[in-house]
């Protein structure tokens, strides 16, 4: 799976995009149809946006819906697998968190977006992107 976005005028094949807007924890992300959830995700430069329960990050892994490492919630069904649903213009995601929680909240927020980078213990070059 590729984050990069091919533009419909430069498209060989000449699909033409039609455009869509979901929400990720309350932020507007636009993708195009035919786009996974995972696949918007990463288009906006998230490379991770939930935790296990040893709260290393957690994004697309395998890409073809074996591994469950991209769990979101989607109009409030829980554990969706990001990289096997298409998104649908209007979707409400939400991330999710497998850390346990304690009496002020979890450990560490979910990761949400690029700027979180440096929470997912990426190395500093990795930061910049
Ligand atoms: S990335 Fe493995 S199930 Fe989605």
Known sequence: MSPRRVRAESDAVGR????????????PLD????????????ASGRLAWRRGRSGAPR???CGIGV???CLVTVGGERDVRACRRRA???DVVTTQDRQPKTE???ATGPATGPGDQKHLG????EEER
Not at 122 to 125: D, G, I, K, V
């Open 59 to 61: 994004g697309v892994f």
């Open 122 to 125: 990426l190395p500093a070059e």
């Open 31 to 42: 993708g195009i149809a035919g786009q996974t959830i995972a696949g918007v995700l990463l």
């Open 67 to 69: 591994c469950f490492d």
């Open 104 to 106: 002020t909240g979890p």
């Open 88 to 90: 649908h213009d209007g």
């Open 16 to 27: 033409h995009e039609r455009p869509l807007r979901i929400t990720v924890d309350g932020e």
